[in-house]
């Protein structure tokens, strides 16, 4: 039982790890919390569902053509309203309740089009778990894993190794000194959106086909994202990815003494202590003055 | 006719809110997506008393106004440390976490199940039934807490909680006890939007869960922020719009399901909208600004 429940935890953390990377790295470079991040990671199994069983597009196709159409909403978003913000030099609360707003058209759009009922997109009939040191996990859990792993090693390679992930980290340091020394942040804000929204659309994609599928599912998800990124430090990758492990850790051995039901405010009040007490996180440094 | 009223009520209970957010979120500048919290706190104790203890109206207001004003002063302690878009992430984890207490502790507040049956208010033996009875006991509490938060806002009160949006460091140095302020405006505006969750228990006499989530307090902040920011007039303009304008959708004659999208897709739309062209509002007087 227990082993099951750690592994439940590195599936369920491997999830909150691709979620909380995609909008920390968006983070990092606008200073705003990204709120429509979770309809992205909606997008990505309703778009699926839209190209297989409405489009009947093989399933090979259906999918990388879904997560190329969250990332042009991610990118669309940014273009067409955070853009003409951050011209206008918002702040960041106007830009957090924007894109709240965004959220919530985009969510009920989704509501309307799909219904509120809640959808699969599963290939081959439930397949019974492979025995693995005594706990049982499916060949998509397997995938859960090993995908976020290939992608967060090819994150921190993008961020280290070429051009682009640089000039990311530059703005990410400083936005104004970048926009001196000439770097086109705006290109640069795009990118990370482009990278941010096809993280958020493969996890969701992920969870659509371990778990299903509804229109509310990337809020969730971006919360325990939000969360994960808080307690890790949302300055680090690997700090993010131990946040997103624990917390899904927490989460799924956190059953053996409570009531499963009280999991998301059980993770909400981790997330106050957090802010209270570490606001920079267990690993990152701060990034955010705290003090006025 | 009852329908017009049902209307109308609604929007008392909404300026009640509106105004009441406003003091926190317009008035300080403490960005909240926490009071539907308040607001449920308010509709949660009027029904639980109620349910356990039989209690009247004038009671419960008043158990809702003390459990609403603990909250406040613990909502309120992390804006002493943390600022901006930070402490709204704050209050939406205290949104999240009142929103699971009324949805999971089923033993204690039924969860989904709600609370069926909550008679009407009766005052000096005078039962509030009628729907025009029921205006006139809206009206009454919107009014009173338009009349209060006015004295309120344009006393020396008022004036250091806009010293503290404006510039916090120069408050405090001009000798103003800032935890003192920040936490009496979040009990203040807690216990003014609780009397607003206590009129609407015993106006719908149901209540779940499901009226109390961040979605409605993101309402709630759409509300005050089309409405005006810093401004009274504004939060009544807001509160009347954002009302009434879905209820026109019912009218067109769209099945309930879609409406309730199409009402969510509206202000959404209107928040976006605002925050692009007019970020003050309709008649505001201060924009959300980085401190």
């Keep these: 039982m227990l082993k099951q429940l750690l592994l439940n935890g590195l599936i369920s953390g491997s999830i909150y790890a691709l979620v909380a990377l995609g909008f920390a790295i968006i983070y990092r470079t606008v200073r705003f919390f990204h709120f429509a991040h979770a309809i992205v990671f909606t997008s990505g199994p309703y778009f699926t569902f839209l190209f297989k069983n409405v489009f009947l597009i093989p399933i090979y196709l259906s999918i990388p053509l879904a997560i190329i159409s969250s990332t042009f909403l991610g990118c669309l978003l940014d273009i067409s309203i955070y853009r003409p913000l951050r011209q206008k030099k918002a702040s ?3 830009l957090l309740l924007a894109s709240l707003g965004i959220y919530i058209v985009l969510q009920n759009l989704l509501s309307m089009v799909f219904g509120d009922d809640t959808k699969s997109i599963c290939i081959s009939k439930i397949l019974e778990g492979i025995n693995i040191f005594g706990a049982r996990i499916t060949s998509i859990q397997i995938a859960i894993i090993c995908i976020t792993i290939i992608l967060l090693l090819s994150i921190v390679i993008w961020m280290k190794k070429t051009k682009m992930g640089k000039l990311v980290r530059t703005v ?14 705006d290109k640069v804000i795009l990118s990370t959106f482009a ?5 958020a659309s493969v996890a969701g994609i992920l969870v659509a086909f371990d778990v299903a ?12 994202g939000v969360i994960a990124v808080i307690i890790g430090g949302i300055g680090s990758i690997s700090g993010i990815a131990l946040g997103a492990l624990l917390l899904g850790l927490a989460q799924n051995l956190g059953v053996w003494y409570i009531n499963s039901q009280w999991q998301d405010a059980i993770a909400f009040a981790i997330m106050l202590i957090f802010l209270l007490f570490r606001p920079q996180g267990f690993f990152g440094k701060p990034l955010k003055k705290a003090e006025i | 006719m009852d329908y017009f009223l049902h209307i109308l009520i ?14 926190i979120s317009g008035y300080t500048g403490l960005l909240s997506l926490a009071h539907a919290a308040f607001y449920g706190i308010g509709a949660y104790a009027t029904a639980l008393m109620w349910l356990y203890l039989k209690t009247g109206f004038w009671v419960n207001i008043w158990v809702g106004i003390l459990v609403s004003a603990i909250l406040g002063i613990i909502i309120a302690y992390p804006s002493l440390r943390i600022y901006d878009d930070y402490f709204a992430i704050a209050t939406f984890g205290f949104q999240m976490i009142v929103f699971s207490i009324f949805n999971n502790w089923v033993g204690f507040t039924k969860g989904p199940l709600g609370i069926p049956g909550i008679p009407s208010p009766s005052i000096f033996g005078w039962e509030v039934s009628s729907h025009w009875a029921y205006l006139l006991l809206s009206g009454f509490f919107a009014v009173l807490v338009y009349w209060l938060t006015h004295r309120l806002v344009n006393s020396p009160f008022g004036l250091a909680l806009k010293g503290i949006r404006e510039d916090e ?4 140095a001009s000798g103003k006890n800032i935890t003192r302020y920040k936490m009496l405006v979040f009990i203040i505006g807690g216990s003014m939007a609780s009397i607003a969750g206590a009129l609407y228990a015993h106006y719908i006499s149901y209540i ?15 509300i005050v922020i089309i409405g005006g920011m810093a401004s009274l007039r504004g939060s009544v303009l807001g509160a009347v719009v954002l009302v009434i304008l879905p209820e026109a959708l019912r009218f067109i004659g769209l099945p309930n399901a879609v409406a309730a999208n199409l009402r969510q897709i509206f ?21 959300l600004t980085k401190k």
């Design chain 2, 169 to 172: 460091i120069f408050t405090k």
């Design chain 1, 92 to 94: 960041s609360m106007i």
């Design chain 2, 208 to 222: 779940d869960p499901t009226s109390f989530t961040i979605n409605e307090s993101i309402f709630m902040i759409s």
């Design chain 2, 267 to 287: 202000y959404g739309a209107l928040l976006v909208l605002f925050m692009m062209y007019r970020p003050r509002g309709f008649v505001g007087e201060y924009e």
């Design chain 2, 10 to 23: 609604l929007i008392n209970i909404y300026i009640i809110i509106a105004i009441s957010l406003n003091l």
């Design chain 1, 172 to 185: 990410s340091n400083d936005a104004e000194l970048a926009d001196i020394s000439g770097i086109d942040s």
């Design chain 1, 213 to 224: 599928m509804t229109p509310t599912m990337g809020f969730d998800a971006l919360m325990m």
């Design chain 1, 195 to 199: 990278i941010g929204s096809s993280l």
